[in-house]
């Protein structure tokens, strides 16, 4: 019997963002709509689809090897695993997911010590109850099944709810008083399977190809020819992970120069290197990035 890697994947808001991340990182993942068990194109995984919450403890209970899911769960859970990186993605961009404490707008709440005595709404109880002890606050804390945006200020007087641009807490006249938890994905590993050595070899691998598709998510490769002599100048104009790849061309006096940047400068770098000398501008789009 061969090998095989049981990995979980999250279902739900991070699900398709996740699979472009491993088609990135060189795997390809199918599945149908009513499944959670995904197809992937490598024979030594066995994909499933957990929900975020209970991921973390079903890697530790050993249902399966590993797992990417939030920090914010794992911390919920009290789950004890191993963690092998983090990845910074999430379902709408690369900035990391925060649990944060909001109010209504028309409320006279400021901060956490104006809510002793009041009810708040969260998925995230357990954490909501530490921040609570922490601030040395005594509020109940209320389980929310959902749309917990709208409680404020009938149904809670309080919530604590995920946000990466806070546009939806925004659009519910809210106002966000303080920042509970920031979580960026982790990937993480039952700690039996992280002692075996087949498994532990092929997760670091993943891991590696994983962390080169997140690296590269912001990065796009440069190419250009230069004559001579203004190479110095546009080397000097680059920035780069290192230094730029330098080739003579077959035509005399000419390189060819190649370099990794971030996708954020492009568009005012161009401009100057064109200016600088630099001809046969191409830009082109990387899966990975490895170090």
Same mark, same amino acid.
């Given at each position: 019997?061969? *090998?095989?890697?049981? %990995?979980?994947?999250p ?9 472009n ?7 390809? %993942?199918? $599945?149908?709509s009513?499944s ?7 024979? &030594? ?10 991921m ?7 249902? @399966? ?10 911390? +919920? ?19 990391? @997911?925060r649990w $944060?404490?909001a ?9 956490v010590?104006?809510? &002793?005595? #009041?009810? %708040?709404?969260?998925?995230? @109880? ?9 601030? #040395?606050?005594?509020? +109940? ?30 659009a519910?006249?809210?106002? %966000? ?22 498994k ?6 993943? @891991?590696m ?5 997140v ?20 080397? *000097? ?5 290192? *230094? ?31 200016? *600088? ?15």
């Amino acid at each position: 019997m061969s *090998n095989k890697l049981r %990995i979980a994947l999250p279902k739900g808001s991070l699900e398709e963002a996740t699979y472009n991340i491993f088609k990135k990182a060189g795997f390809s %993942i199918s $599945v149908n709509s009513r499944s959670y068990y995904p197809s992937v194109d490598d024979a &030594e995984l066995e994909v499933v689809l957990f929900r975020p919450q209970e991921m973390s403890r079903y890697i530790e209970d050993g249902v @399966v090897d590993c797992g990417l899911t939030g920090y914010d769960w794992i911390q +919920e859970n009290e789950s004890d695993v191993v963690e092998l990186c983090q990845l910074q993605y999430s379902k709408r961009t690369s900035n990391p @997911v925060r649990w $944060v404490l909001a109010v209504h707008n028309d409320s006279k709440f400021k901060t956490v010590k104006d809510l &002793e005595g #009041k009810k %708040i709404s969260t998925e995230l @109880v357990n954490m909501t109850k530490k921040y609570l002890k922490k601030h #040395k606050v005594s509020a +109940e804390v209320e389980f929310s099944w959902g749309a917990t945006e709208v409680k404020p200020p009938r149904l809670a007087d309080a919530i604590v709810e995920a946000t990466e641009t806070g546009s939806s807490l925004r659009a519910n006249n809210l106002r %966000i008083i303080d920042t509970i938890i920031t979580s960026i994905p982790r990937f993480i590993a039952n700690k039996q399977s992280a002692k075996d050595t087949w498994k532990r070899r092929k997760m670091d691998n993943l @891991v590696m190809l994983l962390e080169g598709a997140v690296r590269a998510q912001e990065k796009v490769g440069l190419k250009m020819n230069v004559a001579k002599k203004d190479l110095q100048r546009i080397l *000097n104009i680059l920035p780069a992970l290192k *230094n730029p790849t330098v080739s003579s061309l077959s035509v005399g006096g000419w390189h060819d120069v190649d370099t990794i940047i971030d996708e954020c400068i492009v568009r005012e770098l161009i401009p100057e290197l064109k200016k *600088n000398g630099a001809e046969g501008i191409i830009e082109y789009p990387l899966n990975k990035v490895i170090p």
